[in-house]
């Protein structure tokens, strides 16, 4: 009985070489078969960077150690902040104006509805730093084009809230100067009238002198010393109430 060997083996394969090459034929023929009937999507990546305001941060900072809520910390702080740019940026607003925009450039996409965006999309975040945007499509074009439009979309959105912020803040400033202003004009105003109670009191008592005679020397001393101290506290013009009569009048 002949024993196997594997040279006798090669050789006979290799007398057979047009089966061996009609095989591989026909792998890469289906291979490319498939590939053309069912695609392999394409990753469109594009990347861009997310800081923080320093100097706001550095403010907060003795801040919200004071908070009852979260965030209770400064890194818990960030991490909101970080968070609320990441859910813009998938939020169905952004996700929808990228949708338009792209249906009015692009009539392959056409029936792209947001269900299939949503699912195409994907974000990429740890810290401050650079972000990732991710679109996954069937074409390497639409994939461009659709991760490109989703950024500058958001980056359109973000800039929008941020400048309604701005303004909401320059509104609440200056709400806190009015108030501010009211209280100190509330102030004035039970000054003023303090003072004028005082000066009604001195005008009685004068009212009972005799306009005959020159004032007590007692007595003018005691209004001077009394204007003297008006003067010094009171934070508005005492013109008014000072006009006395001289030592010798």
Request: hydrophobic share 40%; glycine share 4%; charged share 20%.
């Amino acid at each position: 009985m002949d024993s196997w060997k594997f040279r006798d083996e090669l050789l006979e394969s290799l007398n057979q070489w047009y089966l061996i090459l009609a095989f591989i034929l026909l792998g890469a023929l289906v291979g490319y078969v498939i590939s053309y009937l069912v695609p392999a999507p394409y990753q469109a990546v594009t990347e861009f960077y997310v800081g923080i305001d320093v100097e706001r941060v550095n403010h907060l900072e003795f801040i919200i150690p004071l908070a009852e809520e979260e965030p209770l910390n400064l890194d818990d702080y960030k991490n909101w902040q970080l968070k609320q740019v990441a859910d813009i940026l998938t939020s169905d607003r952004v996700l929808n104006q990228t949708l338009s925009e792209i249906h009015q450039v692009d009539s392959g996409l056409g029936d792209l509805t947001l269900r299939d965006l949503r699912k195409a999309v994907n974000i990429y975040w740890y810290d401050t730093g650079t972000w990732r945007l991710e679109v996954v499509l069937p074409q390497k074009d639409h994939a461009v084009q659709v991760v490109d439009t989703w950024l500058d979309t958001g980056h359109n959105e973000i800039s929008r809230l941020l400048l309604i912020s701005k303004t909401g803040s320059n509104i609440d400033q200056q709400i806190w100067s009015s108030n501010l202003a009211i209280s100190e004009i509330k102030l004035q105003r039970a000054k003023y009238q303090a003072v004028s109670s005082s000066c009604a009191e001195w005008i009685t008592k004068l009212s009972e002198l005799s306009g005959n005679g020159q004032l007590d020397l007692e007595l003018y001393s005691e209004i001077n010393e009394w204007v003297q101290i008006q003067v010094e506290t009171a934070s508005f013009s005492m013109d008014p109430f000072i006009d006395i009569p001289q030592e010798d009048e």
